[in-house]
């Protein structure tokens, strides 16, 4: 079994491993502004920013190109297809479907203009 590594959840205020330190590495990745690490240039998409946009076929096409590639950043996700949708004017879905070297591994995330979400995860 690969090693995804082992980090602190200050939310749930315990040690996380294995799928769950994956997931809420993602968690942070997509709500951290590109640029926004000064160390990782080329780390995050805050999807948030998506919320406010004109919903369109090309707002969706960039928000699931970018989500691909950031997800497809992390060494420990071998492939990703993302899918958007918007749920209401001021909410917004992204499916990730990760193949990892363990397996599949689905996360939903949902954002509003104020906070992003983890509807699900699930490795498969």
């Known amino acids: 079994m690969p090693d995804f590594g082992t980090d602190f959840n200050f939310a749930k205020g315990r040690r996380v491993q294995g799928f769950?330190?994956?997931?809420?590495?993602?968690?942070?990745?997509?709500?951290?502004?590109?640029g926004g690490l000064f160390y990782a240039p080329?780390?995050?998409?805050?999807?948030?920013?998506?919320?406010?946009?004109?919903?369109?076929?090309?707002?969706?096409?960039?928000?699931?190109t970018v989500a691909k590639d950031q997800a497809e950043r992390d060494p420990r996700v071998l492939?990703?297809?993302?899918?958007?949708?918007?749920?209401?004017l001021e909410r917004l879905r992204?499916?990730?479907?990760?193949?990892?070297?363990d397996g599949p591994f689905a996360l939903v995330l949902e954002a509003s203009n104020l906070e992003v979400s983890v509807l699900y995860a699930d490795p498969s």
Do not use: N
Request: charged share 30%; glycine share 4%.
């Open 20 to 34: 769950d330190c994956l997931r809420d590495d993602l968690f942070w990745r997509f709500q951290t502004p590109l």
């Open 94 to 101: 992204l499916r990730l479907d990760l193949q990892t070297a």
């Open 42 to 64: 080329e780390y995050g998409v805050d999807i948030r920013e998506y919320v406010q946009g004109a919903w369109d076929a090309d707002l969706k096409f960039e928000l699931e």
């Open 79 to 88: 492939q990703a297809a993302a899918e958007a949708s918007q749920v209401s």
